[in-house]
Nanobody, 127 residues
Framework: QVQLVESGGGLVQAGGSLELSCVAS????????MGWFRQAPGKEREFVAS????????SYIDSVKGRFAISRDDAKNTIHLQMNSLKPKDTAVYYC????????????????????WGQGTQVTVSS
């Protein structure tokens, strides 16, 4: 069973930066598209960013484009999320997961592929 361990969260002022990391167990890590999701208080978990195998392509939600950058190190089974120019609305628990594309209610969405989530890492941005 794949295990996911996120780290790097914290409390930062608006405009600040954080880098999140996620270590995944499993020998097939390099073959998966991997990504980050987040869940803010009282809201559903949402997709944030993804990176395909061999880092050939990345994808971001509009609200983080130009501020966040996802990367991966397959030798260490690790993905990173560099978050710059943080805003209070980025406050959430951030999770990593493998990513699959699903057709949901007529729309193609990037969804988590692994049912078991890690503990996540809390990011709090103060104004």
């Amino acid at each position: 069973q794949v295990q996911l361990v996120e780290s790097g969260g914290g409390l930062v002022q608006a405009g600040g930066s954080l880098e999140l990391s996620c270590v995944a167990s499993g020998r097939a890590f390099s073959t998966y598209t991997m990504g980050w999701f987040r869940q803010a208080p009282g809201k559903e978990r949402e997709f944030v960013a993804s990176i395909t195998a061999s880092s050939s392509s990345t994808s971001y939600i509009d609200s983080v484009k130009g501020r966040f950058a996802i990367s991966r190190d397959d030798a260490k089974n690790t993905i990173h999320l560099q978050m710059n120019s943080l805003k209070p609305k980025d406050t959430a628990v951030y999770y990593c997961n493998a990513v699959v594309v699903k057709h949901v209610r007529g729309v193609w969405v990037q969804a988590p592929a692994i049912g078991a989530w890690g503990q996540g890492t809390q990011v709090t941005v103060s104004s």
